[in-house]
T-cell receptor, first 115, second 111 residues
Framework: GAGVSQSPSNKVTEKGKDVELRCDPISGHTALYWYRQSLGQGLEFLIYFQGNSAPDKSGLPSDRFSAERTGGSVSTLTIQRTQQEDSAVYLC?????????????FGPGTRLTVL | QQQVKQSPQSLIVQKGGISIINCAYENTAFDYFPWYQQFPGKGPALLIAIRPDVSEKKEGRFTISFNKSAKQFSLHIMDSQPGDSATYFCAAKRNFNKFYFGSGTKLNVKP
């Protein structure tokens, strides 16, 4: 079956521009996560959507970062006025989040390069 | 406060050897402890996971050992192979809450 998809796979932008990264989770998954992974580093939690609950935005590094999840499915991560330190791979993951199933399925990521 | 601490940061093992990666957690409410494997250029993928009601789980060459009282869990890779060379992340969560990831261990299995 289809996994988590992300687009674009690569994005090169100039400093100061806004970018939008898209995540299509696995159909029916109620939970959606965004992470950032800098080169050779660990997973930095950004934001977590769980069903219709208010998202956990505690990981967003600044107010330049925002995310939406429309209709409980597709999510968009927006970075305004990009900075060079925003360069990283942005990973999306989804999970069915039942009492029995906790597995988190990751997409391939979007590699963002800010020049 | 880092919720999940992982060590070592990197590990070199000879082919056929045992790779051991350790994690410690803080929150006793965590009830799910997965390990993820990530190859370069790919997203992490679930390798094996355990719940705190068991002390060990084995799947093929991969074993999780879980010590609830010490709040520690570890991944053992038996008969390590060059194809196991990847970055491994431990994680912890409790139901309907976010995952907390360790900082990752880069494993290199020498032929």
């Amino acid at each position: 079956g289809a996994g988590v998809s992300q687009s674009p796979s690569n994005k090169v932008t100039e400093k100061g521009k806004d970018v939008e990264l898209r995540c299509d989770p696995i159909s029916g998954h109620t939970a959606l996560y965004w992470y950032r992974q800098s080169l050779g580093q660990g997973l930095e939690f950004l934001i977590y959507f769980q069903g219709n609950s208010a998202p956990d935005k505690s990981g967003l590094p600044s107010d330049r970062f925002s995310a939406e999840r429309t209709g409980g499915s597709v999510s968009t991560l927006t970075i305004q006025r990009t900075q060079q330190e925003d360069s990283a791979v942005y990973l999306c993951a989804s999970s069915p989040t039942s009492m029995l199933i906790n597995e988190q399925f990751f997409g391939p990521g979007t590699r963002l390069t800010v020049l | 406060q880092q919720q999940v601490k992982q060590s070592p940061q990197s590990l070199i093992v000879q082919k056929g050897g045992i790779s051991i990666i350790n994690c410690a957690y803080e929150n006793t409410a965590f009830d799910y402890f997965p390990w993820y494997q990530q190859f370069p250029g790919k997203g992490p993928a679930l390798l094996i996971a355990i719940r705190p009601d068991v002390s060990e789980k084995k799947e093929g060459r991969f074993t999780i050992s879980f010590n609830k009282s010490a709040k520690q869990f570890s991944l053992h890779i038996m008969d390590s192979q060059p194809g196991d060379s990847a970055t491994y992340f431990c994680a912890a969560k409790r139901n309907f809450n976010k995952f907390y990831f360790g900082s990752g261990t880069k494993l290199n299995v020498k032929p």
